[in-house]
């Protein structure tokens, strides 16, 4: 947009949520910067990202003084803002309102049980030292599973997406959770064709944008299957 700088984002390619905020900026070609915050040196905690978002959280969207702190807010804002295509995030109501009922039941199903499933197979033993419970895993894989059945009987159904015929946000935010398992070599789609061709159909439509920002998936992955 002429007139407009380009947007900063705070991102670390580990987060889940900042991924979908770099695939969906650059397949739309919005001009934008990336300032890396690494989690894992405690780089949210300093004085200067802290003024920035209080919340010490990634991703985080800086847009000509206008700072905004949740993936799902900063997803829809750049829809909005920026001249994307319809299918992201539509205009129409209903078809709206079908992006905003996914979104609004993703963060407590698609986004925490695959998270867990990552906490206990991949950062407490990888990164923490800790050793992997087995209940515990078990448990999350469990949950898991019953969002995985959600995502198939609920959403995609019998159409090629979660909201319909198109790619949207809500596809954006649920491959890039689905995609973090994959850390530890495990495909947590293995066993569901339906979802299977779900991703592929994902990946096909994001392109090159997909594999550049989940390139730091698949190295954890070379290097935890390398250790088996």
Same mark, same amino acid.
């Given at each position: 947009?002429?007139? +407009?700088?380009? /947007?900063?984002?705070?991102?670390?390619?580990?987060?889940?949520?900042?991924? =979908? /905020? $770099?695939?969906?900026?650059?397949?739309?070609?919005?001009?934008?910067? /990336?300032?890396?915050?690494?989690?894992?040196?405690?780089?949210?905690?300093?004085?200067?990202?802290?003024?920035?978002?209080?919340?010490?959280?990634?991703?985080?969207?800086?847009?000509?003084?206008?700072?905004?702190?949740?993936?799902?807010?900063?997803?829809?804002?750049?829809?909005?803002?920026?001249?994307?295509?319809?299918?992201?995030?539509?205009?129409?109501?209903?078809? +709206?309102?079908?992006?905003?009922?996914?979104?609004? @039941?993703?963060?407590?199903?698609?986004? $925490?049980?695959?998270?867990?499933?990552?906490?206990?197979?991949?950062?407490?033993?990888?990164?923490?030292?800790?050793?992997?419970?087995?209940?515990?895993?078990?448990?999350?894989?469990?949950?898991?599973?019953?969002?995985?059945?959600?995502?198939?009987?609920?959403?995609?159904?019998?159409?090629?997406?979660?909201? %319909?015929?198109?790619?949207?946000? =809500?596809?954006?935010?649920?491959?890039?959770?689905?995609?973090?398992? $994959?850390?530890? %070599? +495990?495909?947590?789609?293995?066993?569901?064709?339906?979802?299977?061709? @779900? +991703?592929?159909?994902?990946?096909?439509? $994001?392109?090159?944008?997909?594999?550049? *920002?989940? *390139?730091?998936?698949?190295?954890?992955?070379?290097?935890?299957?390398?250790?088996?």
């Amino acid at each position: 947009m002429a007139g +407009r700088q380009a /947007v900063k984002a705070y991102l670390d390619l580990m987060s889940q949520p900042c991924r =979908a /905020v $770099l695939i969906f900026l650059k397949n739309n070609k919005i001009p934008h910067t /990336v300032e890396h915050i690494a989690i894992r040196k405690g780089q949210q905690k300093t004085p200067e990202f802290t003024k920035l978002n209080p919340m010490q959280k990634v991703p985080v969207l800086e847009d000509n003084g206008f700072v905004l702190t949740e993936s799902d807010a900063i997803l829809k804002y750049l829809a909005t803002v920026y001249n994307v295509p319809d299918h992201w995030y539509p205009k129409l109501p209903e078809k +709206r309102a079908r992006v905003d009922e996914y979104t609004a @039941w993703h963060h407590a199903n698609t986004r $925490l049980h695959s998270s867990t499933v990552f906490l206990h197979e991949v950062l407490f033993p990888l990164m923490m030292g800790q050793p992997t419970n087995p209940a515990k895993l078990e448990k999350a894989l469990s949950d898991l599973d019953g969002t995985l059945d959600k995502l198939e009987n609920m959403f995609l159904k019998r159409q090629a997406f979660l909201c %319909g015929e198109d790619i949207s946000l =809500a596809d954006l935010l649920a491959v890039c959770e689905l995609m973090q398992p $994959l850390s530890s %070599g +495990r495909d947590i789609l293995k066993n569901r064709p339906k979802l299977l061709i @779900w +991703r592929s159909r994902v990946q096909s439509a $994001l392109s090159d944008s997909f594999d550049e *920002a989940h *390139a730091i998936v698949y190295r954890l992955r070379d290097k935890f299957t390398a250790k088996l």
